[in-house]
């Protein structure tokens, strides 16, 4: 995301990491609120996964992915 975009929360409420090797896998789950002016951007709880490898000596993103959870 890019611009003036502006986080007023960000919670997370379970992290999971998993590590092979020079892959990782993060999976969380929380509750994030962000606006750009008065433009609302995201709310609510979300669960996401993004993948890593290890190159060169440091972690690097190479996958994200971001669901919102529906209320039943």
Same mark, same amino acid.
């Given at each position: 995301?890019? /611009?003036? &975009?502006?986080?007023? #929360?960000? %919670?997370?409420?379970? =992290?999971?990491?998993?590590?092979?090797?020079?892959?990782?896998?993060?999976?969380?789950? /929380?509750? &994030?609120?962000?606006? #750009?002016? %008065?433009?609302?951007? =995201?709310?609510?709880?979300?669960?996401?996964?993004?993948?890593?490898?290890?190159?060169? /000596?440091?972690?690097?993103?190479?996958?994200?992915?971001?669901?919102?959870?529906?209320?039943?």
């Amino acid at each position: 995301m890019t /611009g003036d &975009i502006v986080f007023t #929360e960000f %919670k997370i409420d379970d =992290l999971q990491v998993r590590l092979c090797g020079d892959t990782g896998i993060v999976v969380g789950q /929380g509750t &994030i609120r962000a606006h #750009e002016g %008065k433009q609302n951007l =995201l709310g609510g709880k979300f669960v996401w996964t993004d993948t890593f490898i290890k190159q060169d /000596g440091a972690w690097k993103v190479v996958a994200s992915q971001v669901t919102p959870v529906l209320n039943k």
